[in-house]
């Protein structure tokens, strides 16, 4: 069964007062491109969660975000004042206060919203420790996208094998015209010669070869041949387990040329119309199948 490459999913996994929430989003993409958004304090892992996509997801783009949840009243950074700064800052502004006289009273607000004044300090983690539990939540999070990708393929499949059918219905029906066209072409350069030549016996030998001619440019049976070997290379990769997107679209791709020849040698009009309905058929399965892991 095939995969879509969109989709969504979640994992967590609950260690003590923290809690490790993991998001795996993908779309289409041509090639794999995993993007990882994490805390600060977890970036050394951020190969590892690399690693861990690219071993389960072989095509799309990923976007995967790392999330740590503490219990109420708990926090992962911690504020620290720079004593320092703040006396610096608080001597620069008496200074001016004095050089101009101003009035203005420095309440300690102002001080705080000084650039370094206040700082950051993010809680130390145990990376070892913490690597089994965030790998336990992605990997939940990986498994659900990867559900959501398969029951999404599964509607993929069902709508592209109802083309293929609709293709080889087609096929069928261009294949039964086929010889039609031989015949329509012999009669009405019969008629015509009648016409321009009459009372003149017309040589047979010489429209027979004619015929041969006309025949061999506008025979489509090896186009037909080969556009259900096509069809069926289609259903084969769809019933297999490996990423198929790539070999999907080149099929499609095949197929529009052949029906293009098709089109264009059998030089007649129903068999033309019958060739553009399958071409939209295709135009619409392409759009599908660049969806397709």
């Given amino acids: 069964m095939i995969r879509s ?3 969504y999913g979640r994992g967590e996994f609950v260690s003590g007062d923290r809690t490790i929430i993991a998001e795996v989003r993908s ?5 794999r491109d995993v993007l990882v958004r994490l805390p600060k304090t977890l970036q ?15 095509r799309g783009r990923f976007e995967v975000n790392i999330q740590i949840e503490k219990k109420e009243g708990q926090s992962e950074l911690a504020l620290q004042l720079n004593m320092e700064m703040a006396r610096s800052y608080y001597r620069i502004l008496t200074t001016v206060s004095e050089e101009f006289g101003l009035q203005k009273t420095i309440g300690p607000q102002e001080i705080c919203q000084m650039k370094d004044v206040l700082t950051y300090k993010p809680e130390e983690m145990d990376l070892e420790g913490i690597r089994g539990d965030l790998s336990s939540a992605l990997n939940a999070a990986l498994e659900n996208c990867d559900a959501m990708r398969l029951k999404e393929g599964g509607a993929l499949e069902l709508e592209l094998l109802q083309r293929l059918d609709r293709i080889e219905a087609a096929l069928n029906e261009i294949q039964e015209k086929a010889p039609l066209v031989l015949e329509d072409w012999s009669k009405r350069v019969r008629e015509k010669l009648q016409q321009m030549v009459q009372g003149i016996q017309v040589d047979e030998n010489r429209l027979a070869q004619e015929m041969v001619y006309f025949s061999d ?7 037909v041949v080969r556009s259900r070997s096509h069809l069926a290379q289609f259903r084969k990769a769809m019933d297999g387990n490996e ?37 939209v058929e295709l135009e ?5 199948v660049q969806n397709v892991e």
């Fill in 5 to 7: 490459m969109t989709g």
């Fill in 44 to 58: 050394p892992l951020e190969d590892d969660i690399r690693s861990q996509v690219s071993s389960k997801m072989r």
């Fill in 217 to 223: 440019r506008s025979d489509i049976t090896e186009e």
């Fill in 243 to 279: 990423p198929v997107g790539r070999k999907l679209e080149f099929l499609v791709q095949e197929l529009h040329r052949e029906i293009n020849t098709v089109s264009s040698k059998a030089s007649d009009a129903p068999i033309s119309a019958t060739a553009v309905d399958v071409k």
């Fill in 284 to 288: 619409k399965m392409r759009e599908q």
């Fill in 27 to 31: 779309v289409n993409n041509r090639y």
